[in-house]
C-alpha cells in the first residue's frame, strides 16, 4: 500500500472503524471481552437468576409449607436461572477474539528455542521425555523440531571445545617458540 492508497478516505474510515471497535475489548480472566457485551451479560444473569430465584420462592411457598425447604428449592431455581443466563449470553454475544493460524519458518522456531533455552532450567533433553510427551509431540511436529535443536546445541559445543582445544594448543606452541 503507498502513501496516496494510506491516506484515501476508505482506509482511514476503515481504520477507524477497527480502533473503535477494538477500544471496546479488554482482557477478563484470559480472555478477550467486549465490555458493553459483558456489561449485558451481568445484567442479564442478575435478572433471570434473581427472577427465576424469587418466581420459584413465591410459587413453592404456595405449596410447601415449610419455608427452609421453600427456600431452599428456590435457591436451586436461581441456580439454573444462572445456567440458562450463561446459555442465553452465549448465544447473544458471540467471541472477540482472533485466532491467527500462521506458519513460522525454521529460522524463527530455532530464536524461541535458543529464548527458551537461555531461561531457567533449559530445554531439556528429547531422549528424557516420557513416551506419552514424545508421541504426542511427534503428532505435532515438534518433536523433530527440538531434537534437531538439540542436535544443533551438541555441534556447536562440539565445535566450541574443539576450538579451544586448538587455540589453547596453538597458545602453548607460541610459548614454547618464544622461551
Known sequence: ????EALSPASVGMTAAVDAQTSHLVEVWGDTVDIRHLAWSVALGIGISLGAFFSANYFLALYVHDAAMTRAYAMLV???GCLIAGAVCAKLFKPKRVVVDQSSDTA???EVLDQLAAEAGGL?????LPLAVATEMKELGLYDVFLKHEQRIDASK??????RVTTDAI?????KESS
Do not use: I, Q, Y
Open 78 to 80: 436461581g441456580l439454573a
Open 1 to 4: 500500500m503507498d502513501a496516496d
Open 124 to 128: 531439556g533433553f528429547v531422549s528424557d
Open 158 to 163: 562440539r565445535a566450541l571445545d574443539e576450538g
Open 108 to 110: 524463527r522456531r530455532e
Open 171 to 175: 597458545e602453548e606452541n607460541t610459548s
